[in-house]
């Protein structure tokens, strides 16, 4: 997978430059060092205009404005490639046209594996890879058709198995980092492959967004939030409970006014029991029950923010 993603990248970065009719100066086999890493001979015979090397964490002979990448000096917009280095080791390999990032932006560790792969256009990130130490990836972005908007799959870094999948809206407002905010559905698995939640954000909040837990591959709990953020996270106006492996309902519970539950309870057969007083099932604070269904939740949401 990791050879398709870099192939992926030398494809859309040289096509790039030949439409915009670039003269190239130099290969990025002429730079001191480039071939202890990982991935030389898939970017080795990449030509470039110039190259500007720099220590890694500062700017060296840089600068932007209005978010446009100058060197220090000169008044065309920079087209080339920039090269970090830390203690001699390549740390970074970034690409740019008329000063804003185009191409290909690869980070490393210093042992000269894959820490991160990325695909510009115009300065937003359009594909991101990145990679644990040990090869395996650690999460990948695709964008969808929509600009800034697209699917982040995360993974389980000894098994190589998917953790999460995620509709998310990029945030590349700061230089070289980026941050994802949920936005849609989110599915979290266990190692296992099985689903362990379903979760539902609007523009990073919970809040009135239906959430499913599951438990064994199937739905457990199903409720509607009441918080914008985990750590006030309650049920409002709908709880559902299942029995376990099961999709007859325990119980169905609404919130007829704030804090104050009534809930209908059903028997593995399906059939009605009796109407209950939902608090001891549904509230949180204090309450046994209700922490297993919360504690659910915080074991899926730690998947996602290990």
Not at 200 to 207: A, V
Not at 225 to 232: R, S
Request: glycine share 8%; charged share 30%; hydrophobic share 30%.
């Amino acid at each position: 997978m990791q050879m398709i993603k870099i192939k992926m990248t030398l494809v859309f970065f040289v096509n790039f430059f030949i439409i915009n009719n670039l003269i190239f100066g130099m290969k990025l086999s002429e730079i001191s060092g480039i071939e202890k890493l990982v991935d030389y001979n898939k970017i080795k015979n990449i030509e470039v205009e110039r190259v500007i090397e720099k220590k890694a964490g500062t700017s060296g002979p840089l600068s932007r404005k209005e978010n446009i990448l100058y060197v220090n000096g000169e008044k065309d917009k920079f087209t080339g490639a920039v090269i970090s280095r830390e203690n001699n080791y390549i740390t970074a390999i970034y690409t740019y046209i008329n000063g804003k990032n185009n191409g290909i932006g690869i980070q490393y560790y210093k042992n000269g594996k894959i820490d991160s792969t990325k695909i510009y256009k115009n300065d937003i990130p359009i594909e991101i890879t990145d990679y644990y130490e040990n090869g395996n990836i650690r999460q990948s972005y695709k964008q969808m058709e929509e600009m800034k908007r697209g699917v982040k799959i995360t993974y389980y870094k000894d098994k190589n198995k998917i953790s999460s999948k995620q509709e998310v809206i990029l945030d590349d407002s700061k230089v070289k980092v980026v941050d994802y905010i949920k936005n849609g559905k989110t599915t979290v698995y266990e190692k296992n492959g099985n689903i362990l939640g379903e979760l539902n954000f609007n523009n990073g909040s919970l809040l009135g967004e239906r959430q499913k837990l599951y438990k064994n591959g199937k739905v457990k709990y199903d409720f509607i939030g009441g918080a914008k953020d985990i750590k006030d996270l309650k049920a409002i106006r709908s709880y559902i409970e299942y029995f376990d492996n099961s999709d007859t309902m325990k119980y169905s519970c609404n919130e007829v006014s704030t804090g104050n539950w009534k809930c209908k309870e059903y028997s593995k057969d399906g059939s009605f029991k009796q109407e209950v007083d939902g608090r001891k099932y549904v509230s949180v604070n204090n309450n046994h029950h209700g922490n297993i269904w919360i504690n659910m939740f915080l074991g899926a949401w730690n998947i996602l923010n290990p």
